[in-house]
Nanobody, 125 residues
């Protein structure tokens, strides 16, 4: 099993930046890793995913502003968030899941087995 612990959330003004980290208890090098978020009253949505080869995929709403990365040596996942907007306010979760077929990763939350407890990001206008 993999245990995940997020950190780095907080309160920031619109236009500001935050860097989220997700520390894993086990080796993550072969896992799909992703950041997801849930805003009050909304469904959980995928923000960004990264496969074992560090290929990335972003939600349209964050593309160009957020960057997902992984450091397999440190078993840590990151999300650099720039140009934050009030609509980015949500609880952010990191997740790990096994690849499918020949190493494919998907953005659907159902494809991820291990989840952290979340870190709150609040962007004020």
């Amino acid at each position: 099993d993999v245990q995940l612990v997020e950190s780095g959330g907080g309160l920031v003004q619109a236009g500001g930046s935050l860097r989220l980290s997700c520390a894993a208890s086990g080796y993550i090098s072969t896992y799909c890793m992703g950041w997801f978020r849930r805003a009050p009253g909304k469904e959980r949505e995928g923000v960004a995913i990264i496969d074992p080869d560090s290929e990335t995929l972003y939600a349209y709403s964050v593309k160009g502003r957020f960057t997902i990365s992984r450091d397999n040596a440190k078993n840590t996942l990151y999300l650099q968030m720039n140009s934050l907007k009030p609509e980015d306010t949500a609880m952010y979760y990191c997740a790990a899941g096994r690849t499918v077929g020949r190493g494919a990763c998907f953005a659907a939350p159902s494809m991820y087995t291990y989840w952290g407890q979340g870190t709150q990001v609040t962007v004020s206008s």
